[in-house]
């Protein structure tokens, strides 16, 4: 769905004034400083394809040098460094090991019962070349596509580079999606085996991968020649004689060295499935190097990791943001990373700050989400735990609420450590627009300035850049960077329609809305189907649950757009309070006290029509607020959506069972 054209624009209304210069000290030691950053973005203006191809030459090791950086034959499918060759996993493990790292902590994993595994560089390398040997005595060619539905543990690491090793193509499904999700993505991929475990664990319940791949498998699959199960729960589960293998013994009677299998610069390193519009999921079909490229380049740019760094990155690996940060740009770079399977607030809301205190973290890379989730729970819990190990913060995955971004910078960072908030997306593969933390001044809310080497702008309808500040529009790249996403697997139409045809091929649309602001720093608005037209103007949902989250009373909120007979589109917005939701006797008195509040924030416009107080949100097992689900409900539509993915799937009756208040 796109925006329908009206002549006027996305506009900024969400006035955020603070600044924060990056801390001195941090500065001081950064691997960035501001005469690098600014050589950088020179080069990168002035000869864009030498820029690449030296970042190419210096960060990866090729096989077979590449002559062709950038092949434009078949654009907007752009081919990067197309004639090279290496291989993602020998980046990651086998040149580690030369440097040196071979004993180095490559991952500390903690189970949610607290029981903690260190895995060194060499113990990876050692798990990833028998798991790489047993897909290959299973007849796993590479091109073949691997689905790996797997709990957030260090196997899914081991399994993701086994493919990589052996060139076969990934297809990661996030643990909890429902077994018919999972059926679609195996058909989708047409992969031949799939990777599962017994069981995950979260917040002391086992969650039932196995069955759930039996159930899928049971139509549709015909492709998959295997499964491959890991023992890890410990619950009881059937194994299919003529298809089932337990990993441990599997892997146990492989050789511990396995050759890595040269594939071609461009050649498919993983697909991920992510939603459309159309609800069809897209295989979103990233590339080897180019893809590696950009987020071993953005660990060192956006994260300034170093050595000593224990990197925590708390994404599942079934989203991109796992792919990219937790499995191949930290362990490029031969970093230790944290690991963790569990729900943050297992057993109670100190957990992430007990792992960042217990494993020393350096750099903490999460959803505001959660930080707004944690938020919640008052400033007690975080300061019970010594955090002083934390040098930088991060933020992805939606716009952070300056609410949110001043209690993550004040009460987690202590005041001292930058905030990077950094946007980026499924078809991107790495960081695009973030600020470099020794460097860019932060604004709560903003994710600043595009990184060298990014060309992103902002157009209004016609295609035309917009230049006046606050004025927003569309936000697109106008040049192909490195790890841009190929293709979507089987629909290059659907690629080409979603991204490119918008504005004629020239750039890609992001399907986002922003603004830029009298610094020329990018604000995020939405999505650009999350942007609601009333009365002609337009305003960005998340500034509305900006101001909302502002409130004291208030912890959580969604705003969704439903028909309006007078302005076209009204706003409708479900609150979760901090503290107990409010009783019969006081709700039209707190609803109409934040309708008032939001239009003294914003503007009249923005003032909701209706406020549903919850105990929570419908999110999605990755902590996305569920957007779709609330407008159906919103309209009092039925529900077509999958609601079995739903962290808590009681909260939908509550939603549509709640009595409507503040309603003028
Ligand atoms: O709307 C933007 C939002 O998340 C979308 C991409 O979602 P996904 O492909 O699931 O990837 C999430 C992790 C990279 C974007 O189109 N988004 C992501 N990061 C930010 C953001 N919105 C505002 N600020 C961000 N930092």
């Known amino acids: 769905m796109t925006v329908t054209p009206t002549g006027t624009h996305i506009s900024g209304v969400l006035h955020e004034r603070r600044r924060f210069e990056p801390p001195e000290q941090f500065a001081a030691r950064a691997r960035l400083h501001a005469e690098q950053l600014a050589a950088l973005h020179e080069r990168a203006r002035q000869d864009y394809l030498g820029f690449w191809r030296e970042l190419a030459v210096s960060q990866l090791n090729w096989h077979k040098p590449f002559s062709i950086t950038l092949d434009e034959r078949e654009a907007p499918n752009y081919r990067w460094f197309c004639d090279g060759e290496l291989n993602v996993s020998h980046e990651c493990l086998d040149v580690q090991i030369i440097a040196g790292r071979g004993e180095k902590a490559a991952i500390r994993f903690e189970a949610e019962t ?78 031949c085996l799939v990777i599962t475990a017994d069981g995950g664990r979260r917040a002391g319940q086992i969650v039932q991968l196995k069955a759930a791949v039996d159930s899928a498998l049971a139509e549709r699959c015909e492709s998959v020649r295997n499964v491959i199960v890991l023992r890890h729960a410990g619950n009881p589960i059937p194994m299919q004689a003529d298809r089932d293998l337990w990993w441990q013994p599997l892997c146990e ?69 796992g792919h990219s940060y937790v499995c191949y740009g930290p362990l490029a770079n031969g970093a230790t990373i944290v690991m963790y399977e569990g729900a943050p607030t297992y057993p109670d809301g100190g957990r992430f700050w007990k792992i960042c205190q217990d494993h020393g973290v350096t750099i ?40 949110a971004w001043m209690w993550y910078h004040r009460v987690i960072g202590g005041g001292r450590c930058p905030i990077v908030d ?58 192909p960077w490195p790890s841009l996403a190929r293709t979507i697997w089987g629909d290059n139409e659907r690629y080409l329609n979603t991204y490119w045809r918008r504005f004629d091929g020239r750039c890609y649309l992001a399907g986002d809305g922003a603004y830029r602001d009298q610094d020329g720093y990018f604000w995020i608005v939405g999505r650009i189907d999350d942007v609601l037209n009333v009365s002609g103007h337009r305003l960005g949902t998340m500034e ?57 924030q914003l503007s009249p416009i923005a003032r909701p029509d209706e406020i549903r107080f919850a105990d929570a949100l419908p999110k999605t097992r990755s902590g996305k607020i569920m957007r779709r689900l609330l407008r159906a409900i919103g309209r009092n539509e039925p529900l077509t959506q999958d609601v079995s993915t739903l962290e808590n799937p009681g909260i939908v009756a509550q939603l549509r069972g709640e009595r409507a208040a503040g309603t003028p």
């Open 114 to 191: 607290g029981e903690v595994r260190r895995i060194s560089y060499r113990e990876l390398y050692l798990q990833v070349c028998q798991l790489a040997n047993a897909l290959k005595s299973l007849g796993v060619r590479a091109g073949d596509r691997v689905v790996i539905y797997l709990p957030l543990v260090p196997e899914a690491i081991v399994a993701m580079q086994a493919c990589a090793r052996i060139g076969a193509i990934h297809s990661v499904v996030f643990g909890g999606f429902s077994a018919l999700a999972l059926r679609e993505r195996i058909a989708d991929a047409g992969a």
């Open 253 to 321: 009677a492989q050789s511990p060295r396995c050759e890595p299998q040269w594939v071609p610069a461009e050649h498919p390193l993983f697909l991920l499935h992510t939603s459309g519009s159309t609800g069809r999921p897209k295989g979103i079909q990233h590339s080897s190097a180019g893809y590696l490229l950009n987020v071993k380049l953005t660990c060192q740019w956006v994260f300034d990791l170093r050595e000593e760094d224990v990197f925590w990155c708390t994404a599942d690996v079934g989203w991109v943001t």
């Open 364 to 403: 903490l890379y999460t959803a505001p989400t959660a930080i707004r989730a944690l938020m919640r729970l008052g400033d007690e819990i975080p300061a019970r735990y010594d955090l002083s190990s934390l040098r930088l913060l991060g933020s992805v995955g939606e716009p952070i609420n300056p609410e």
């Open 422 to 479: 950094t946007w980026w997306q499924t078809e991107t593969g790495a960081i695009m627009i973030s600020p470099v933390p020794g460097v860019t001044a932060t604004k709560p809310g903003s994710c600043t300035l595009p990184l060298p080497g990014v060309f992103a702008d902002i157009l209004d309808e016609a295609g035309e850049p917009v230049r006046r500040p606050e004025a927003g529009g569309y936000l697109v790249i106008t040049k």
């Open 544 to 600: 509305i649950e900006s101001a909302l989250v502002a409130h004291v009373r208030v912890a959580e909120a969604a705003v969704v757009g439903r028909p309006h007979e007078i302005k076209g589109e009204g706003i409708l917005a479900f609150v979760v309070c901090r503290g107990a939701r409010p009783g019969d006797a006081d709700v039209d008195a707190i609803a109409q006290e934040l309708r008032d509040w939001v239009a003294a």
